[in-house]
């Protein structure tokens, strides 16, 4: 029962002009009728008694907080919801057509392996045992399986404490670029994964597009084309503070020579630049010689930083567990070590990888899990030289697919997007149009390794009926 007193601080609060009740678009407001019915006073006197209604307004058109003004110079939602988007749209107007076949997203469909999965399996087991439980771990992951990675992986090349295990490689891009903030500029491949560049706009690192080039403005773009064998020419590159680099490269599948990744730490080296290197897919690299890790080149310890995943090397792409490298040699200007401001970032605004998936990482990293794990990557290995050959009998040239995922076809000068609607309507087969990646993408059309293989031979099977 509501008191007297609150009861008439509440009618005066309703009646007052102007009042917005939260949740509604109505506003409150002190109406008068003519004629109105009169209240008595205790002196016997009469008086026009006001009433209150509720008068409808326009709704409003948000809240006072004003958007961040990055997010409105990003052109375009992101890249694979895009082409999702899409595909749902095709198969909404054409509910009849045969199944549709997924070249695009790089996401794995192979099981997690037997040996792999029991380490998964143990961990969730664990926490059922008041001995076994355990809550929040350290942000910057387990000690043993830290120690696992230097060890398996870098061959002690790199030391457990600049191991920082995560959520995966691109959640640790955008704690990069909290860290770096806004006031770096970045130099990114030219085609590149869409997070490089996405995410330095929303921190703010750069202008507008210009729409005649369709980059933004304070954003370095390193054209990798066939032509200079999907490396940048060095020489002639603007300054950049931190250089984004992917090798196996998504989209191309080019890999960087070690020659190539001696040039590139030899700039940074010279130039005062760091390297954020993007190993995602370095487990398919099957060469002699050719480097898994921006770690094998020397003077990479002063210069570089490596993001990886477990994603690609064992199917944990909806498990979620990656890790960064950050060498306590690499240092800011100001002398500070950069491992240390990226640590404060994780302890902020991070409560460390999953328990769970990381005894899943510990399985990975035994000798079982790694054999399991080639012979993963043999798998997709094999469906990328199947559409390879396949592309290529279509009469199209093409690159990558060796050591790499994906397989980069030359449209010799058609637009992507429009050879990507051609063959989702005619062959029911989604790809990824180059432009997606960047300006520089634009004239080719990224296929995927990673469906199962009789998707793939069926993909091929359509794509000559109307291609060749």
């Known amino acids: 029962m509501m008191s007297p007193m609150l009861s008439g601080v509440c009618l005066s609060l309703l009646a007052a002009p102007g009042l917005a009740f939260v949740g509604t678009p109505f506003i409150a407001q002190q109406v008068r009728h003519a004629p109105a019915p009169t209240s008595r006073s205790v002196t016997g006197s009469s008086r026009p008694r006001a009433s209150t209604r509720m008068v409808a307004t326009p709704d409003k058109v948000g809240t006072g907080v004003k958007r961040n003004e990055n997010f409105a110079k990003l052109k375009a939602g992101y890249l694979f919801p895009g082409i999702a988007k899409r595909r749902n749209a095709y198969l909404e107007a054409n509910p009849d057509c045969r199944p549709i076949i997924s070249l695009g997203i790089g996401d794995t469909t192979q099981p997690i392996p037997p040996h792999i999965l029991s380490g998964l399996v143990g961990g969730a087991k664990t926490l059922g045992t008041k001995e076994g439980y355990t809550g929040y771990g350290a942000e910057q992951g387990k000690a043993d399986i830290r120690e696992k990675i230097s060890e398996k992986l870098y061959n002690g090349l790199i030391k457990p404490d600049e191991v920082f295990v995560s959520d995966g490689a691109k959640c640790d891009i955008g704690r990069l670029q909290m860290m770096f903030g806004s006031g770096v500029v970045s130099a990114v491949q030219d085609p590149s994964y869409p997070v490089y560049v996405d995410t330095s706009v929303m921190v703010g690192q750069t202008g507008e597009v210009n729409e005649e080039t369709m980059q933004y403005d304070n954003i370095v773009y390193m054209p990798c084309k066939p032509s200079n064998d999907f490396f940048p020419d060095l020489k002639a590159l603007p300054h950049a503070d931190v250089i984004y680099f992917c090798s196996p490269n998504n989209p191309t599948g080019a890999v960087a020579t070690r020659e190539q990744l001696e040039a590139l730490v030899a700039h940074a080296n010279a130039k005062g630049s760091i390297v954020v290197f993007d190993a995602a897919y370095a487990p398919f690299i099957r060469t002699p010689g050719v480097p898994k890790s921006i770690f094998e080149i020397e003077g990479s310890r002063t210069c570089c930083i490596e993001v990886n995943s477990f994603s690609k090397y064992a199917g944990f792409t909806g498990a979620r567990l990656g890790w960064t490298v950050i060498p306590n040699e690499v240092k800011f200007s100001d002398g500070t070590p950069v491992r240390n401001d990226f640590n404060r970032v994780m302890t902020t605004a991070f409560n460390g990888a999953s328990n769970i998936v990381q005894s899943g ?27 390879k050959e396949g592309i290529e009998s ?26 990507f609607s051609e063959i989702l309507e005619k062959a029911q087969v989604v790809t990824i149009p180059g432009a997606g990646f960047g300006p520089g993408g634009e004239g080719f059309l990224r296929l995927s390794a990673f469906a199962p293989r009789e998707s793939c031979v069926e993909a091929v099977e359509r794509l000559r009926a109307v291609l060749a």
């Open 394 to 419: 279509c009469g199209f040239k093409s690159h990558g697919g060796k050591d790499a995922p994906y397989v980069y076809v030359d449209l010799e000068g058609k637009a992507s997007w429009d050879v």
């Open 361 to 387: 990482g510990m399985t990975c990293l035994d000798d079982e899990g790694m054999a399991e794990i080639d012979t993963l990557m043999d798998y997709y290995l094999e469906n990328a030289k199947i559409l």
